[in-house]
């Protein structure tokens, strides 16, 4: 007999909103010209960096990749986290501000899991400060307390595709993997998702539609509305036309 759900566990970035292009890109900027920094993250070379998950990480990856004459000062670690730091503020400014609105689907799918007592948790790579922004500008002021176990950002040595966010994300709600569903919108996140043997549903976005997806249970455009069908691009939706906790019950098995 399969397990019972228990848990939805949701990537923040990408996958409850589409927060890179006008998000995080934006406040990269901001922090680097702040700086004096004469660095430009296009839309389009950001969808080259964004292979790296994390900021600082990106951060370095971008100067060892495209600044490789770039004078660090002693302190590389610092400068960068100061930088991030600066990136971070520029970031929640936008986010309070109502920069950026949940996907379909989104807000209908957490309320049924309330209602049915399924319970929530987050599992991302962005600072904790940063999801819990998102949550309360872009779901309701109290929506942090929604969720149960809000993993992110440095609480664990190494950043996804590392299954570790996930890892500590199931050790906190005490819950094995068989009895949850995890969401993600990469292949970065996938990877980590299915390597902590965790089913998870894609909903991919403009930045992440090429990517590979291997290993997910369904492959969605978005999660959709009764109103607004999503598209299937992999795995078996039986008859739904978007993304209910009796589907996800299916997938558990
Ligand atoms: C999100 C990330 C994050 C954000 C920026 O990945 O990689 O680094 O782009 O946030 P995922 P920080 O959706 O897989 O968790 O600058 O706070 O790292
Ligand atoms: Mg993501």
Not at 38 to 55: F, I, M, R
Not at 137 to 154: K, T, Y
């Amino acid at each position: 007999m399969g397990k019972k759900l228990q848990a939805l566990i949701f990537d923040v970035d990408g996958t409850l909103a589409d927060t890179e292009r006008d998000g995080h890109r934006v406040a990269f900027n901001r922090a680097f010209a702040e700086a004096g920094l004469n660095w430009s993250w296009t839309v389009e070379l950001y969808g080259k960096l964004l292979t790296v998950a994390g900021g600082k990480e990106r951060i370095r990856y971008y100067l060892q990749n495209y600044l490789p004459d770039f004078e660090l000062p002693p302190d590389a670690s610092g400068w960068i986290a100061g930088l991030h730091a600066a990136k971070t503020q520029h970031y929640q400014q936008l986010l309070s501000e109502g920069a950026i609105p949940l996907r379909p689907g989104v807000r209908r799918l957490l309320e049924e899991a309330r209602d049915q007592g399924v319970r929530l948790a987050i599992a991302t790579t962005t600072a904790p400060d940063n999801a819990e922004t998102l949550l309360k500008a872009a779901i309701a002021p109290e929506a942090v307390s929604w969720f149960e176990v809000i993993a992110a950002g440095d609480i664990v040595p190494a950043k996804k595709p590392d299954p570790a966010i996930y890892h500590y994300a199931l050790k906190a709600l005490d819950l094995y993997p068989e009895e949850c569903l995890a969401f993600e919108d990469s292949h970065q996140g996938v990877l980590a998702a299915t390597r902590s043997n965790l089913k998870t549903i894609i909903t991919f976005n403009d930045y992440t539609r090429q990517h590979d997806f291997n290993g997910a249970a369904l492959v969605l455009d978005h999660l959709g509305e009764p109103d607004q069908p999503f598209t299937v691009i992999a795995g078996d939706a039986g008859d739904a036309t978007h993304f209910h906790l009796e589907l996800a019950r299916n997938i558990i098995g």
